[in-house]
């Protein structure tokens, strides 16, 4: 119905004079775009721009929450870089989200060639299948993982039982836990990601490629030289955005290490949470959200200056 | 590209490599969808069965769900989540269309600046704003509200950004075709934007729910007693138990799935054309 009634409004403007007569808004409206978008930039302004902002001032004090802050000067991000925990966390982030980038891309990557392929058969099924754990909240996929990887009780050790094997204790174990933790999140998200290698490959002309295996080009040969060239904006913005998330990993780690063991799997949004909301050192926690926004920024340019090299 | 639109090429590999290839993405299919199966049959068993060595339950009962409902705030929890995710989607979807609909149709000063803001936040962990607004919701007495968990995400920049872009697909003429009849500027962007904008403001709220749906930090932080909280910081604390009773928290986690995953089936193609979007496109 809504289509009908846009096409008899579109169809009343027909002579070019009227149209151009119409581009300006009549006199004394000039205010009305402000008017769409002020409620908009209020709450936007409330609760982004005046928090983001207000956070450096508040990097700069010591606050514990009911009594006003006092400036401190830079003293939180100093005890931020003789701090060997946030050393730590620093390091434990930057790993966890590597290995959580390469692994997440590639095997996304590798799904969605898989499911371009024109002999491809239940595309939908896969498709759904794999894409279904990226609606369930990290809460949730998190504690059925937890009954996957418990020592004894987890489906791993009691099928590994069956077997008479024994495995590690996942969750407990310095470097098992952080592949926990990346599995996990490859599980979650690794059908979104094939979904958007899926919708860049259907981009690719298909033409091109015909060519080039008429011109003896072997498969491989095709996809290294044709199509995943063809595709790297998008693989640019699946590095971009895993690694934003990669880097910002907090919901999992509360629920099935808190950081541990050992500080293995502390991260530098979990160290910030710690600080600020258990121990309410809001400043300290504050400068630490401030490092972490400025090695997210810092890396989406250099990711941006390598993979995106030469894109508009 | 459908099942349907099959096509066939010189360079197709051979039928036996075809067969291999399916093969093991079913095999991947059935580790993806372990995770499901073993968290609903964990969610039928009692005790006994989950602590000893067994797979498969001896015997299977409904009761870790009705403990679920009878001794837990769970129902509590559940309202709780689709308050405050129904309010965010409702806010955030007419703020972010209203917005969307004055940066894709209209000129005006400081436009750019403030599109470039917006999509500028998109990349701020959201670890920087939640220390301030903590303080100052404490401040305000909005600490274990359901105000503080609504606003933070009823500016949605990912929602205005999929506004603007759908909104400018339609053409200019119905705007001004209505200003020449007389038109009024708000009943322009309700009575006729808004329709016609139908199959986006589906996603942006799509988006916007489950933001709120599945958050976890924000009613972490903002909500103190166990009456306020939503679904997720629930299902945390049940598992954060001295001796978690895992079967009812594999409950838990299963109902909490059941809105979204119906809504899932209804509307899948709206889910994940919103979430690929922008992607490829720009």
Not at chain 1, 130 to 151: D, E, N
Not at chain 1, 278 to 289: E, K, R
Not at chain 2, 120 to 128: C, G, K, L, R, Y
């Amino acid at each position: 119905m809504a289509n009908t009634y846009a096409e008899e409004l579109s169809s009343k403007v027909t002579k070019r004079g009227e149209k151009r007569l119409a581009r300006y808004l009549p006199r004394g409206r000039t205010l009305v775009p402000y008017f769409f978008i002020m409620p908009f930039f209020i709450v936007f302004g409330l609760f982004w721009i005046f928090p983001i902002v207000a956070s450096i001032f508040y990097s700069m004090t010591e606050w514990r929450g009911i009594t006003p802050p006092v400036f401190i000067g830079m003293a939180n991000y100093v005890s931020l870089l003789n701090s060997p925990r946030f050393h730590q966390a620093l390091g434990n982030t930057l790993v966890l989200a590597f290995f959580y980038v390469l692994a997440a891309n590639l095997l996304a990557l590798a799904l969605a060639l898989l499911l371009n392929a024109g002999w491809m058969r239940m595309r939908q099924l896969f498709r759904t299948a794999f894409f279904l754990p990226m609606t369930i909240s990290i809460v949730v996929s998190a504690v059925i993982f937890q009954l996957i990887y418990a020592g004894e009780i987890g489906l791993i050790a009691k099928a590994l039982s069956v077997f008479g094997l024994r495995g590690p204790v996942w969750l407990q174990e310095e470097g098992w836990a952080t592949a926990a933790i990346v599995m996990l999140r490859v599980w979650r998200t690794l059908g979104y990601y094939t979904l958007i290698y899926l919708a860049g490959l259907q981009t690719v002309s298909s033409e091109l490629r015909e060519a080039a295996i008429i011109d003896g080009a072997r498969p491989w040969q095709v996809t290294w030289y044709i199509t995943l060239p063809s595709i790297r904006p998008v693989i640019l913005f699946c590095v971009v955005i895993s690694t934003i998330s990669g880097l910002e990993m907090f919901d999992e780690i509360m629920i099935l290490t808190q950081g541990g063991p050992a500080d293995s799997t502390l991260t530098v949004a979990v160290y910030l949470y710690q600080q600020g909301f258990q121990f309410l050192q809001l400043g300290h926690a504050a400068a630490a959200s401030y490092v972490l926004t400025c090695i997210v920024i810092f890396i989406a340019i250099l990711q941006r200056l390598t993979i995106g090299r030469d894109l508009p | 590209m459908s099942d349907n639109e099959r096509t066939t090429s010189a360079a197709d590999p051979s039928p036996s490599v075809q067969w291999f290839a399916i093969i093991m993405l079913f095999v991947l299919l059935a580790v993806v969808l372990t995770p499901w199966a073993w968290a609903i049959i964990s969610s039928f068993k009692v005790r006994g069965d989950i602590m000893s060595a067994g797979l498969w339950p001896r015997e299977w009962v409904l009761h870790n769900y009705r403990r679920l409902f009878a001794e837990t705030y769970y129902s509590r929890w559940l309202i709780n989540s689709l308050v405050v995710s129904i309010a965010a989607m409702t806010l955030g979807t007419l703020l972010g269309s209203m917005a969307g609909y004055a940066f894709a149709k209209f000129q005006f000063r400081g436009k750019t600046i403030l599109f470039w803001i917006v999509i500028a936040s998109m990349s701020i962990p959201p670890f920087t704003t939640i220390i301030p607004l903590f303080g100052w919701m404490a401040k305000f007495g909005l600490i274990n509200t359901y105000p503080a968990l609504i606003f933070p995400f009823a500016a949605s920049a990912f929602g205005l950004f999929l506004m603007r872009q759908y909104i400018s697909t339609l053409p200019d003429e119905l705007i001004e075709a209505a200003r020449i009849d007389g038109c009024g500027e708000f009943r322009i962007f309700w009575s006729i934007i808004l329709p016609l904008a139908r199959p986006a403001l589906g996603t942006v709220a799509i988006l916007i729910f489950l933001a709120s749906w599945n958050s976890f930090i924000w009613p972490l932080v903002m909500m103190r007693s166990e009456d306020m909280f939503t679904l997720p910081v629930g299902i945390a604390g049940l598992n954060s138990e001295q001796t978690p009773e895992y079967g009812m928290v594999m409950a838990a986690a299963l109902v909490s799935c059941i809105p979204i995953v119906t809504v899932f089936f209804f509307m899948q193609r709206q889910i994940i054309s919103g979430l690929t979007r922008g992607a490829v496109k720009s």
